[in-house]
Nanobody, 121 residues
Framework: QVQLVESGGGLVQPGGSLRLSCAAS????????MSWYRQAPGKERELVAR????????NYADSVKGRFTISRDNAKNTMYLQMNSLKPEDTAVYYC??????????????WGQGTQVTVSS
């Protein structure tokens, strides 16, 4: 069965760093584009970063450009989000999302359960 399991969240002070991981299983990871989304209380879920199936192309929300780096290791079926210079407004539940690249519009993709990131003094 398909599983996406996020880890690495926690409490960090402003200016600190965290690295999130998303471990995937139950599908052909290397055929799927992967994304990180986040959702803060009372806010809509928003796209943070995205990477193509081979990791060759990345996209970032303007709010995290220069601070966050998305990457993936297809041999380990794992995606990462390195978060530096964290700000209180980065506080949210972070989710990983997988969606096939071929005929992507025919599928809804897979979601993880999320990991909490809290940036506070």
């Amino acid at each position: 069965q398909v599983q996406l399991v996020e880890s690495g969240g926690g409490l960090v002070q402003p200016g600190g760093s965290l690295r999130l991981s998303c471990a995937a299983s139950g599908f052909t990871f290397s055929s799927y584009a992967m994304s990180w989304y986040r959702q803060a209380p009372g806010k809509e879920r928003e796209l943070v970063a995205r990477t193509t199936s081979a990791g060759g192309i990345t996209n970032y929300a303007d709010s995290v450009k220069g601070r966050f780096t998305i990457s993936r290791d297809n041999a380990k079926n794992t995606m990462y989000l390195q978060m530096n210079s964290l700000k209180p407004e980065d506080t949210a539940v972070y989710y990983c999302y997988a969606r096939r690249e071929v005929e992507w519009w025919t599928t809804s993709g897979y979601w993880g359960q999320g990991t909490q990131v809290t940036v506070s003094s």
